[in-house]
């Protein structure tokens, strides 16, 4: 008959020798805590990475989308504004340029003008010698013919240049055109405020006044 005794110090013997294999087998402190010192950074790096997850964009330093939205709108304003200066410049250019044509246009239609008001005192002498009443003398009839032709040839040489004379004798008197010397009672059969004799006569340098006519009117 087995020996319960034995058995049971067999029993405890194994015991104790499977308990020092496992001690033996025990993890060195160093290896734990380099473990545990790893596993901790690794929890902190999962706590940051859930914050990051959990917001993105405050990881890339980007704004959210209502800063987005305002900044696009502000660029949007800004464009707009950029785009109406450009325009309106553009309207001042084009009007800058149609005045400058137009001058240079008035510069080449009308640069004798001072030359043809010189001219003008002229021709008033010219038609006050023709105003004097013929005389009976050959000579000095030849002298009336001949300051007569060069009076024609005066006045078609100025018309080819756009130079008219204004003689408005018994049309109704313009102020544009005329300058009123004096007033006389109408006589019958003639209107009030029409010109009754012409004084000197004006000039037109194409659609421009060079001089107005000096007249006489009716009242």
Do not use: C
């Amino acid at each position: 008959m087995p020996d319960k005794k034995s058995d049971k110090h067999k029993i405890k013997k194994d015991w104790e020798t499977i308990a020092n294999e496992d001690n033996n087998d025990e993890i060195p402190i160093d290896f734990i805590d380099e473990n545990n010192a790893t596993a901790g950074q690794i929890d902190d790096e999962d706590s940051d990475g859930g914050e990051t997850s959990a917001n993105p964009q405050a990881a890339i330093g980007h704004p959210n989308y209502e800063e987005l939205e305002a900044t696009l709108t502000k660029t949007e304003q800004e464009k707009q504004k950029y785009y109406d200066e450009v325009l309106r410049l553009h309207a001042e250019i084009a009007n800058i340029q149609k005045r400058h044509e137009m001058r240079l246009s008035e510069a080449h239609q009308f640069s004798i003008e001072r030359f043809a008001n010189e001219l003008l005192p002229i021709i008033d002498s010219l038609e006050k010698a023709l105003e004097q009443p013929e005389i009976a003398n050959e000579n000095l009839q030849q002298m009336r013919e001949g300051v007569d032709l060069t009076l024609k040839m005066f006045m078609d040489s100025l018309a080819k240049f756009g130079i008219t004379p204004i003689n408005p004798e018994k049309q109704a008197f313009d102020p544009q055109y005329h300058e009123a010397m004096s007033m006389q009672p109408a006589p019958e059969g003639i209107e009030s405020n029409t010109v009754l004799h012409v004084f000197q006569k004006g000039y037109l340098l194409k659609d421009r006044l060079l001089r107005p006519a000096r007249v006489i009117v009716t009242k």
